[in-house]
């Protein structure tokens, strides 16, 4: 039986070699082809854990741990945030960076999680509000000199107003309606910013915007930045959180389900979606003015698509409607490529293809959301 | 200059068209949008250029022009076919009962990857489409057709009218009816909707390709990312016309391609790109059904 | 009076599925609708609940409320709810979150309630599930509370669908086949607590194809056939009717 399908998967790897064939020399066919079967193969090991793993899959120490956590999350999530607190104070100014990107690719994947992940429409053009929250800030300083703390609230609430103007319209078209439509929105904002140049400044961008300061201490090493980050990833963490488990995150999920049902239910659809779609795009806002603060130069050319389908990937690699899920995909999706600097090249043509066999194999993605389980002894009892 | 540009928007337009039409067909019968559909397009322009090169490398460059293009167009045509249909098995055909999230998915990560394979195996420059034909044409009043034009609107029309027919008079193409009428219906009287399907994949993709060729032909550069924006484009032609609806996806490439055109040419070239997409916002909003489709149906 | 529906019709393109219906229902009773396959209930439900109103005719809810025009969650705010013919629970949320979600037009905790967990919300939300228990007692399902809906069988599915319709405080309450695929001990539980149901104060209207079911609860029976009205009165006086004989015969049964 195996052997059948492996058989068969090699016929697949061989015939994608040769569809790939005119696209690079001999060589890089073969390799392709090598390529190729690995990855055809993996379902099957897949399978092949599923049949004989599941033993291993339930190893003592796992579950243990597994309940520990469950049962002390609160002790966990201390430990994590102190971890999360001293580890700049081990790290070289590099990794401090990266880490700070980290950070507001979390908080730019929680908030499009709200509305993939709970709320389960696909919206392309996200970070459209991402540059939303950018420009704000920079343009608040350079013409009004509007600091960035006036700014953030400011930055955030705009990009959430954007959201609701942008979703009204769009929300009641279907899935893949919606996907398109907020793509071309993205894309006009793209293009609006890159031609509005009495504005903008168009592709040059905006210099000069002010970094950060409490009091006269001024933000400027990536240390700083870092604890800033955090604290933003923490009160988004927290938002989110609080969001998925109360009426507003149940309505969510339940249009996520099934929308019909929930309108039988006494859901109003529509405006949950635009609660959704203005608090995932908040979330953007908010990592857009921290971003122009940080970089203190804003262009159209951080607000690509690509842009958007890389925090998508994060969600859906890390698992859609899973908080922790969606924070291991962040930080996975900008270390990797840190890590392995050679590969960098390919990082978008690894992400498509692991975006495509996520769905096939593992839809649910690394860490899956999982439903919180009520504990009812007493009324039970 | 009116009529220079409605000469240009009907080239463009029918380029949009046959990509649109890719669209259309998919979404009739799977209700489902192909996003990795403009990279077949893209991936065409780059396979005729490659075929072109392969024919130069066998010595065999200094044939007729129409020759080198035919070979071109059918290189392409073929591949991208196979592409389409693999896709569609690989990436689309497991998760066509998953929750409709997932298929989208997945076609978004296709798309991805096949854009930046091409990037990774042609490099980020523009490529070069050979000049096969002199940039001359004959002149219309005080506008100017080119040769190239002749021939794109000449192949546009003889590959629609190909579709047509076959659509409306093969038995493939009125089991391809049937299934985009009713899928579980169609099973039942003994369609092979796999089949249907796979054969769907495989026309839709080949008129991409050659749009690919063509574009390729008239512009002379390639880019691994024009298929990102054409293929944006060409779904907005497909909804314009009412998307399912396969003479909706003709006229709508049509109209768009007018509208680009006309609108560089008199309002601002500058938002040329944002012309399509603001139409498409409009359209969903007021008119979701297009110009020729019937009400949308939601699937519930 | 509950629900008045007056000269209803609904077409599909050139097809009248419903072609002016009219109907009386009274309050605390329950009411059979039945008619061939294709007949218009569901349509005819789908009229009523908003899902998809109908193309001409007036629906009285209440006496004095006009349903034809608003949006579905508008009219389970004033009191009505449904099941589905193909059961729509939410499949990846727990038996009991299914029911809390039915909760959700009758509280009103909102985006800056949720975050800061005000006393208000805390309160609300220890309300919603203990309504949500409650219910899930009613329909013997406390077993399932934290089981995933879509990991639920069958028959137990349905009557988590009723569960979560009843949480949205119902006065009238529409069962789409809720016998449907279930055995004859599960139809026999399910007449009980269709019964138990009216008990709670609430009118019954469900579409059944079990004549056993019908037969036996309903207090009164509307037949539907082609979209029109073609009889309404006791099962007995349903059971002798010509024209539903008629209708009947030589479709199904």
Known sequence: ?381 | ?300 | MMLEVKSVSKSFGGLKALDAIDLSIHNKKIVGLIGPNGAGKTTLFNCITGMNPPTTGRIIFKGSIDLVGKRPDEIARLGMARTFQNIRLFSDMTALENVMVGRHCRSKTGLVGAIIRSKATVIEEMKIVKKGVELLKFVELMDYANELAKNLPYGLQRRLEIARALATEPVLLFLDEPAAGMNPQEIFDLMQLIRMIRDRGITVILIEHHMKVVMGICEMIVVLNYGIKIAEGSADEIKNNPKVIEAYLGKEE
């Not at chain 1, 690079?24 to 990855?39: D, E, F, N, R, W």
């Not at chain 2, 057709?145 to 190909?162: D, E, K, N």
């Not at chain 2, 039942?188 to 063509?214: E, P």
């Open chain 2, 1 to 300: 200059m009116f009529l220079q540009q409605l000469i240009n928007g009907l080239t463009v337009g029918s380029v949009y068209a046959l990509i649109a039409i890719g669209y259309t067909m998919v979404y009739g019968i799977l209700e489902f949008i192909n996003f990795a559909h403009g990279e077949i397009y893209m991936l065409g322009a780059y396979l005729g250029i490659i075929a072109i090169g392969l024919l130069t490398a066998m010595g065999l460059g200094n044939s007729s022009a129409f020759l080198l293009l035919a070979f071109a167009f059918i290189f392409a045509m073929v591949f991208c076919a196979f592409y389409g249909v693999t896709i569609e098995r690989l990436a689309y055909r497991p998760l066509r009962r998953a929750p409709r999230l997932a298929p989208l998915l997945s076609a978004l990560g296709v798309s991805i990857f096949l854009q930046n394979f091409v990037m990774v195996t042609q490099g980020t420059r523009n490529k070069v489409f050979p000049q096969l034909f002199a940039q001359n044409g004959f002149d219309l009043g005080n506008a100017k057709i080119t040769y190239i034009q002749i021939m794109i609107l000449v192949t546009s029309i003889l590959l629609m009218v190909g579709l047509t027919l076959f659509v409306n008079k093969t038995k493939m193409g009125k089991a391809m009816r049937a299934t985009s009428q009713d899928q579980k219906m169609a099973y039942l009287v003994g369609i092979d909707v796999n089949r249907v399907i796979s054969v769907t994949f495989l026309i839709g993709s080949a008129l991409g390709a050659a749009a690919g060729v063509m574009v390729a032909l008239y512009y002379g550069l390639v880019n691994f990312h024009i298929g990102y924006t054409a293929g944006l484009k060409a779904f907005t032609a497909a909804v314009l016309g009412g998307i399912g609806n396969i003479p909706g996806a003709m006229l709508g490439g049509i109209i768009l391609g007018l509208v680009e055109s006309l609108g560089a040419g008199y309002l601002s070239s500058e938002y040329k790109d944002a012309y399509a997409f603001i139409i498409l916002v409009l359209l969903l909003i007021f008119r979701p059904q297009g110009i020729l489709g019937e009400r949308l149906k939601e699937r519930s």
């Open chain 1, 1 to 381: 039986m195996i052997k059948n399908k492996i058989l068969e998967k090699s016929i697949w790897a061989l015939w994608l070699g040769l569809l790939a064939l005119p696209f690079m020399g001999k060589k890089a066919g073969i390799l392709a082809i090598a390529i190729l079967l690995v990855i055809l193969l993996l379902p099957l090991l897949n399978g092949l854990i599923a049949r004989f793993g599941i033993s291993v899959s339930r190893l003592n120490f796992l579950s243990s741990s597994a309940n520990w956590l469950k049962t002390n999350k609160k002790m966990a999530l201390l430990i994590l945030f102190s971890f999360a607190a001293i580890l700049p104070l081990f790290m070289n100014r590099y990794f401090v960076d990266v880490a700070v990107l980290c950070g507001i690719y979390i908080v730019l994947a929680l908030g499009l999680n709200v509305i993939v992940g709970l709320t389960g429409l696909l919206a392309l053009g996200y970070i459209a509000f991402y540059a939303v929250g950018a420009y704000c800030y920079a343009l608040l300083w350079t013409h009004y000199h509007i600091n960035f703390w006036l700014a953030l609230p400011i930055g955030t609430a705009l990009a959430g107003v954007f959201g609701v103007l942008l979703g009204s319209p769009v929300l009641r078209l279907r899935g893949d309606y919606l996907a398109i439509v907020t793509l071309g929105f993205g894309e006009i904002t793209r293009i609006v910013l890159n031609n509005w140049d009495e504005l903008t400044r168009g592709p040059n961008g905006i210099l000069g915007i002010a970094r950060p300061s409490i009091g006269d201490f001024i933000i400027k090493q990536p240390i700083h930045y870092y604890y800033l980050i955090l604290a933003f990833v923490v009160l988004t963490i927290f938002i989110t959180t609080r969001l998925e488990h109360s009426r507003i995150g149940r309505a969510w999920v339940a249009i996520r389900e099934d929308e019909v049902a929930a309108a039988a239910c006494g859901v109003n659809v529509t405006l949950m979606k635009l609660l959704a779609f203005a608090t995932g795009a908040a979330f953007a806002g908010l990592g857009g003015v921290f971003f122009a603060g940080k970089m203190i130069f804003v262009s159209p050319e951080s607000f690509t698509f690509m842009e958007s389908v890389m925090v998508l990937c994060m969600v859906v690699l890390g698992g859609m409607g899973s908080i922790p899920g969606v924070i291991l995909g962040a930080i996975a999706l900008i270390i990797l490529p840190e890590a392995l600097r050679q590969f960098q090249f390919y990082r978008l043509l690894m992400f498509g293809g692991a975006m495509a066999l996520m769905m096939i194999i593992r839809p649910q993605g690394l860490i899956p959301s999982q439903r919180r389980k009520m504990e009812l002894e007493e009324e039970n009892g």
